[in-house]
């Protein structure tokens, strides 16, 4: 199984600075042959379904502030919020999607204003 | 717009079997894509279930595989799930959302059903 571990648990930033939550697999994801990381990141607000930000680890889903940006390869991965918005309060999470056999979620990372 | 919403009892005994349907709209499950469900206990984080292709090919979770069940009806465009025996640990939100592909990312998401396994 490829575990996904997100640091910090949970995160206070002040309005308008840069949110930063990473997340590591114990595996790498990377896909040799095409030079991908299959990783992607969701949003999830109280009360909501998760709603996808990132996939391909970087490639920003269709309607997602610019402000949201993914990063990384391999086993390390960063979601970045460059200035941090009031609905921008919710629980996120990152998943592999390397291994076929078994989709596996970060444990979330829930992310408040300081 | 692709939209999904699932249905199905709220609660169920425990030993019993859980049965949720999700109906799709906007995109016709015939044309493609892969079909998830995804749970999440209260509180906790993304468990994924199981997920199925239009022509019924399936794939689940190892840790769920002998009790899960999913299957596909195109001609009313909704897939299925079924999980039997369930305990108090199989109490959780209920989501379901289209896959990308065989293995690749959920979007979008319903917005996802409490199923609570009590007697």
């Known amino acids: 199984d490829i575990v996904m571990t997100q640091s910090p648990d949970s995160l206070a930033v002040s309005l308008g600075e840069r949110a930063t939550i990473n997340c590591k697999s114990s595996?790498?994801?990377?896909?040799?042959?095409?030079?991908?990381?299959?990783l992607a990141w969701y949003q999830q607000k109280p009360g909501q379904p998760p709603k996808l930000l990132i996939y391909w680890a970087s490639t920003r889903e269709s309607g997602v502030p610019d402000r949201f940006s993914g990063s990384g390869s391999g086993t390390d991965f960063t979601l970045t919020i460059s200035s941090l918005q009031a609905e921008d309060v919710a629980v996120y999470y990152c998943?592999?999607?390397?291994?076929?056999?078994?989709?596996?979620f970060g444990q979330g990372t829930r992310l408040e204003i300081k | 717009q692709v939209q999904l919403q699932e249905s199905g009892p709220g609660l169920v005994k425990p030993s019993e079997t859980l049965s949720l349907t999700c109906a799709v709209s906007g995109y016709s499950i015939s044309s493609g894509y892969y079909w998830g469900w995804i749970r999440q206990p209260p509180g906790k984080g993304l468990e994924w279930i199981g997920s199925?292709?239009?022509?019924?090919?399936?794939y689940y979770n190892p840790s769920l595989k002998s009790r899960v069940t999913i299957s596909v009806d195109t001609s009313k465009n909704q897939f299925s799930l079924k999980l039997s025996s369930v305990t108090a640990a199989d109490t959780a939100v209920y989501y379901c959302a289209r896959q990308i592909d065989h293995g690749g990312w959920f979007d979008p998401w319903g917005q996802g059903t409490l199923v609570t396994v009590s007697s």
């Open positions: 998943q592999q999607y390397y291994s076929t056999l078994l989709i596996t």
């Open positions: 199925i292709y239009h022509s019924g090919s399936t």
């Open positions: 595996q790498s994801v990377l896909y040799s042959s095409n030079n991908k990381n299959y």
